[in-house]
């Protein structure tokens, strides 16, 4: 029986009370003398076809972000010559320092470093992105760990909405490293029945049908439409799509779902932007104290 229409999971105001919880546990820790801070290196790049370097633009707000919570900033801006030797040196520089709690490194890199070996560098209690091969280990071993911060916020979005995991079928489309594979393992970890789908899969509207919860997280403008979807479904978009609007002749951003064709369908559904996003930025905040707790 086909819903009524699907409630609209709010990235934002889900992110307002993330950030509220966050800015109360950054308050304790200082009245107990502690510090909160966020280390982010950053490889300089060119500006992007619109003028600005969206790494900087993201560096920027990050910086906002942390301030707004009492959170101390600081962006280590390397040349965009470095090399591997120098986005190394800086990443252990600021492992072996005391009053560094947090470290995450901005992408892209410069062309031939290769981010993994960066990120697997980065000090496990410290790498608040989740993307040390020693966190990812524990999401697989069910340990507590600082969890990939697109994966936390999926999380967050379908508890958000009171569905029942365990038992229930999710899948997952789209197989990445730092959103689908540990979106999928966290849900295993929940107890759910869990089927993970990348692009060779065959007939995937058929896996999707199945789900209770479908995770969206393919970088595919409109891939999941509405016979895709089972009536009453949760639905989570991670897609970013920069598309271009014949409406204002601009570009604008979209996620993977056909969102206004899904919404007479699904039980729930997150929309872009709006949705995941910001719930992403908070739960990096919210690793970055966790990280500063140890
Ligand atoms: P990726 O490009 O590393 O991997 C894409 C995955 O999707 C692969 O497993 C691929 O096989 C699968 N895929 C591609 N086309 C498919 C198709 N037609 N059918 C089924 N599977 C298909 O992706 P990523 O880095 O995980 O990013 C995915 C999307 O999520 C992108 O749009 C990205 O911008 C977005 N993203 C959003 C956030 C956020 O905070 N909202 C964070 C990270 C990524």
Redesign the pocket.
Known sequence: MASSGAQIIDGRALADRFRAEIRRDVQALRSRGGSVSLDAVLVDGPPGPDGRNSARTYAESQKSGCAELGIDYRLHVLPHRATYEDIAGRVLLLNADERVTAVMVHLPLPEGVDPYRIQSLIDAGKDVEGVNPANIGNVVYDRSSLVP??AL?VMKMVDSTGAELRGAEVVC????????KPVAILMMQREATVHS?????RD?ASMTRRADVLIA????AN?ITADMVKPGAVVID????RVHDPATGKKRIIG?VAFDEVRPVAGWLSP?PG???PV??AMLLRNTVDAARG
Not at 173 to 180: P, Q
Not at 217 to 220: D, F, L, N, R
């Open positions: 911060c697109t916020a489309v789209g197989a990445s490293n730092i959103v689908g789908c990348n692009k060779y899969t995937l997280a393919a970088g595919k891939l991670v897609g970013i799509n993977d872009v949705g995941v996003g992403t930025v």
